[in-house]
């Protein structure tokens, strides 16, 4: 019987952006994706959280629209990490897909793990994500939204 094929990860997401420059120094300063170093290519820019094993590749052109290609990609984090992106949400603050600003508030409790949905600048659709869910419980457990449609 043949070995089943299965993928090792994702190593990538290709996010369609207008000025890819722009768009690196917004997922670097909100979520902390660096330039991957050290590529044979310039375009498309590689940005990732831990050295280029899972990459967002941005490229040059038109977003997408709501309707079309990818719903949404989610971002893990610690329990820890996800408290500090929600803690920052005054100093750097992110909009939700109609361009409202998204609080702390508008955490969601999923029973086994807590999200936050934003999008990037360009309506790009993004969540950070924790299954560190006692540790969120603790101070933000009472401040309950709904999943977004």
């Keep these: 019987m043949p070995k089943r094929f299965a993928v090792a ?16 120094s917004w997922y670097e300063r909100v979520l902390g ?20 094993d899972t990459k967002i590749a941005l490229f040059a ?8 290609g990818w719903r949404r990609v989610a971002f893990r984090a610690s329990g820890q990490v996800f408290l500090a992106f929600i803690d920052q949400l005054d100093v750097i603050p992110v909009f939700d ?5 998204v609080r702390a508030r508008d955490i969601v409790d999923h029973d086994v793990s807590w999200s ?19 540790e969120v419980e603790k101070t933000h457990g009472s401040q309950v939204a709904q999943p977004p449609p």
């Design 116 to 134: 936050i949905y934003f999008a990037d600048p360009y309506g790009n659709r993004l969540e950070i994500t924790t299954y560190d869910y006692d």
């Design 61 to 68: 052109g038109d977003p997408q629209a709501a309707d079309v």
């Design 9 to 24: 990860q994702i190593d990538h997401v290709e996010v369609l952006v207008p000025n890819i420059e722009q768009a690196a």
């Design 97 to 101: 897909q109609n361009g409202g600003p």
């Design 33 to 52: 994706l660096a330039k991957v170093a050290n590529l044979p290519w310039e375009i498309p820019l590689m940005i990732s959280s831990d050295g280029g």
